[in-house]
């Protein structure tokens, strides 16, 4: 019986090689035969299906031949064919409610790029990610996967959503980014509006759970297909995976002191837009600390506002034509040359011989001006995570670097960065990053912008003035930048305690610094 199930008349076999050809269309990377097109897939689906064609022999077997050769190396699997009980009924007809009871996995964490490994095999592989990449955006079998590189993951975890019966059960170990990176954004949607998600765990790698970076977050992912999510119980922040034993099945902690909070969607909306990232909160006091800070005011692109928009110069890799080892006119400068308030040109090792090497008369026009810019490359778990500085003119900047394109001037330009190495910043900026610090983030980031002249944004001014020509190493006006920014954004002393507190290895002296002069700003403006 199993013979006749898998020979090669049978309908099984019949379906199942259709379904290759069509696969392997998005594959096909033989131009002898060519690859078919869609009139030329009908013609060989029918000489499949019923033996006849109105393509001629010479044409037919090839094409016939090349497909079958492209299914047998991809290995095409097709999960209706393969697994026909879960989603027909015994007489065949399909099921009212197809699907497994539940999918569990950990899937691959790795991004879909062609531009690694040796050179000798990077061409091919860039032909077979280029491939993939195509048959992923194009097919219509993926509808959740972001127009940037696309991580495994995320296409796990969309199929493992389709695979499932309504009222089915979906558990999945997943990186932090699929709850916080831009990318991941329609796939949240997908998660929200079309299943129940009740419980997230958030884990940190600090004790090396997993033999990854130390720095990397992850998740415990439970949803269920068939309903929109209510809200979702969230605990982040755990590094035992002991603590699973303690939380029972509606993600409430058993014999302990509870300490799971509660996002719904809506909340979400309000905190990080359309993309409904969730922010690393682990406790209540930090989620209504967060929502009244994100409540101050416009994002920093928004033109109620600041209007400040970021993006990069140059590519190292894609401009490295650009780029020379010997001492030019102009320095190129990298994220690792930025520290707070300070650029160091002098360590850089490329250049450009002049401004006339550079391509792009807005760029050149652009290098002729002082600039803020931020560091891409970033993690929640580093001692900063914003960390800006002030470009100097006649020097260019790389793709680890965002640069300011909105013209404010360079009084505006002192203030932002300022604020943007504060501690309040920082601490709202870490809510949402993972290991690269984009501009989707930081546009959302509210930074105040008071209609009249204000003592405090003056004072943050002249500070940062003084900050940036001392190259950072100013401690008394460091501390009264982070206590300034503290009243601008409205924080009370316990707030500024909480903000504080989320940086455990920024020195206890400087924090201590911090502290102190909120303290004594707060006994003059008479805030508690």
Same mark, same amino acid.
């Given at each position: 019986m199993l013979a006749q199930l898998q020979g090669r008349s049978a309908s099984i076999s019949v379906l199942r090689r259709v379904a290759d050809?069509? %696969?392997?269309?998005?594959?096909? @990377?033989?131009?002898?035969?060519?690859?078919? /097109?869609? $009139?030329?897939?009908?013609?060989?689906?029918?000489?499949?299906?019923?033996?006849?064609s109105s393509l001629p022999a010479r044409l037919l077997r090839p094409r016939l031949e090349e497909a079958q050769r492209v299914a047998e190396r991809h290995r095409f699997l097709h999960w209706n064919l393969e697994f026909p009980e879960v989603f027909f009924d015994p007489d065949g007809t399909p099921s009212a409610a197809p699907g497994f009871d539940a999918v569990l996995g950990n899937p691959p964490w790795e991004m879909l790029r062609g531009d690694t490994g040796a050179d000798a095999t990077r061409e091919e592989r860039?032909?077979?990610?280029?491939?993939?990449?195509?048959?992923?955006?194009?097919?219509?079998?993926?509808?959740? %996967?972001?127009?940037?590189?696309?991580?495994q993951y995320q296409l796990? &975890?969309?199929r493992s959503i389709r695979l499932i019966r309504p009222g089915g059960r979906l558990g999945l170990v997943l990186p932090w980014g699929l709850a916080s990176d831009h990318g991941s954004g329609a796939l949240?949607?997908? #998660?929200?509006?079309?299943?129940?998600?009740?419980?997230? +765990?958030?884990?940190?790698?600090?004790?090396? !759970?997993?033999?990854?970076?130390?720095? &990397?977050?992850?998740?415990?992912?439970?949803?269920?297909?068939?309903?929109?999510?209510?809200?979702?119980? %969230? =605990?982040?922040?755990?590094? @035992?995976?002991?603590?699973?034993?303690?939380? @029972? $099945? $509606? /993600?409430?902690?058993?014999?302990?002191?509870e300490r799971a909070v509660t996002l719904t969607p809506g909340l979400l909306q309000r905190l990080s837009g359309p993309g409904l990232a969730i922010p690393w909160v682990r406790r209540r006091a930090d989620l209504q600390l967060v929502e009244r800070l994100v409540a101050q005011?416009?994002?920093?692109?928004?033109?109620?506002?600041?209007?400040?928009?970021?993006? =990069?110069?140059?590519?190292?890799?894609?401009?490295r034509a650009c780029f020379f080892s010997n001492r030019g006119d102009v320095p190129v400068v990298e994220g690792k040359h930025v520290d707070p308030f300070v650029v160091r040109v002098e360590d850089c090792r490329l250049w450009a011989r002049s401004a006339g090497d550079v391509p792009g008369t807005d760029l050149r026009r652009a290098m002729s001006q002082y600039r803020l810019a931020y560091r891409d490359v970033a993690s929640s778990t580093n001692r900063l995570t914003? !960390?800006?500085? !002030? &470009?100097?003119?006649?020097?260019?900047?790389?793709?680890? #670097?965002?640069?300011?394109?909105?013209?404010?001037?360079?009084? @505006?330009?002192?203030?932002? %960065? $300022?604020v943007l190495n504060s501690f309040v910043a920082n601490y709202l900026v870490r809510m949402w990053v993972t290991t690269h610090l984009g501009t989707t983030t930081v546009a959302r980031l509210p930074v105040p912008r008071p209609a009249e002249p204000s003592p405090t944004c003056a004072r943050i001014r002249e500070r940062g003035r003084e900050?940036?020509?001392?190259? /950072?190493?100013?401690?008394?006006?460091?501390?009264? +930048?982070?206590?300034?920014?503290?009243?601008?954004? /409205?924080?009370?002393?316990?707030?500024?305690?909480?903000?504080?507190?989320?940086?455990?290895?920024?020195?206890?002296?400087?924090?201590?610094?911090?502290?102190?002069?909120?303290?004594? #700003?707060?006994?003059?403006?008479?805030?508690?």
């Open positions: 050809l069509w %696969c392997a269309c998005w594959f096909w @990377d033989s131009t002898d035969p060519p690859q078919p /097109g869609p $009139a030329e897939y009908a013609e060989l689906a029918d000489a499949i299906r019923t033996g006849s860039r032909s077979s990610v280029g491939q993939f990449t195509r048959f992923v955006r194009q097919a219509g079998v993926y509808t959740a %996967c972001s127009d940037g590189h696309t991580n796990f &975890v969309e949240r949607r997908l #998660l929200f509006e079309r299943c129940a998600t009740d419980a997230i +765990v958030g884990f940190e790698n600090s004790d090396g !759970i997993f033999p990854i970076h130390r720095g &990397v977050r992850f998740l415990l992912l439970s949803s269920s297909p068939g309903k929109p999510t209510d809200r979702i119980r %969230c =605990r982040l922040g755990e590094r @035992d995976p002991a603590v699973l034993e303690t939380i @029972d $099945a $509606a /993600g409430r902690t058993v014999g302990r002191n005011g416009p994002g920093l692109s928004d033109e109620r506002g600041w209007g400040a928009r970021f993006s =990069r110069e140059l590519n190292k890799t894609d401009d914003l !960390i800006a500085a !002030i &470009v100097p003119p006649g020097a260019v900047t790389v793709h680890t #670097l965002f640069c300011l394109k909105t013209p404010l001037s360079l009084d @505006d330009q002192t203030f932002l %960065c $300022a900050l940036l020509r001392a190259g /950072g190493h100013h401690p008394a006006a460091y501390a009264d +930048v982070q206590a300034l920014t503290a009243h601008l954004y /409205g924080l009370s002393q316990a707030e500024f305690a909480l903000v504080l507190e989320s940086f455990p290895l920024i020195e206890p002296d400087i924090k201590a610094a911090a502290s102190q002069q909120y303290s004594r #700003l707060a006994e003059r403006l008479g805030r508690v």
